[in-house]
């Protein structure tokens, strides 16, 4: 267990919003770079204004999105630190710089948000900063020129618009939750959660989908993701063709050839255009 690869959980959370978002007039882009020496953000939404967003957002984000909402993400073996505060708001002052006009002409500071989104509560940050409560697990940080609002995705109610974060609380309850009531937008994303509890299981926690059912789904992937050719490697011709109708199976193939096929070396030239004209005036079966 110990030589399998740990589960990229940053890639997976922004796979997931990605996939919660699809349909909506928000766009979000997955480790953007912001800088010459790479320094990535977790997640950007970007959410376009002048559109009706119809969806529900979970606790913490519902009514809560500006035009540029920057998110770090913190898993189960991480912590949210001061560190991550930081970084956070060197990513907003990189991004604000290239979202604007020019340097002497910034975007508004309203047009920005920041979010820190953990599996976990932040004991140690807490003892650093205010932690002032909005609801249950959700809370603000105050810095006086920016404020950074926390998500704790172990301590939200157990609701379905909070089904997406449930997924990263590594929580028995709260996973199981989330795998069953976390909309699925597109064919990839029942994948990307059987991954995401296989993790789990790699690291020894315990998830709430079977190992038969992963490795299932697993070979539901390859066989989706596959050439025609990889699909048909190894398999007979005649298994190729079972349950196809006779007449199906010559469709397009021209008269000749399919003589060609029957009676090579077999019919004189004549006697093959007798046939090719009998075969054409057979009556459509």
Known sequence: ?????????????????????RGTPCEVELERDLSVKSQFLDVLILHKTAAILDRVLPDGLEGHLAEYNLITFKSHREALTGW??????????NLRKQASPNFDDLLPEDRFLLFAICAREP?????????????TGVYEIDLGLATVRVIVAGLLPQTEPNALLHLFSASRSLLEYGRQHCPVRSPETSTLVADLCAGYTVEGLTMPITMEEYIRNSRKR??????????????????????????????????????DTLFTQTLTPEAREKLRRLYEELPPA
């Open 84 to 93: 991550s505060i930081l970084e956070l708001l060197g990513h907003y002052v």
């Open 222 to 259: 390859t066989i989706q993701e596959a050439s025609v050719e990889e699909r048909l490697e190894g398999i007979p011709s005649e298994q190729r063709l079972e349950g196809i109708p006779s007449e199906q199976r010559l469709e397009g193939i021209p008269t000749e050839q399919i003589i």
């Open 1 to 21: 267990m110990a030589e399998q690869q740990q589960t990229n959980y940053h890639h997976l959370f922004g796979l997931m919003v990605q996939d919660f978002f």
């Open 123 to 135: 004991v140690g940050l807490a003892g650093l900063v205010d932690l002032a409560e909005v609801q």
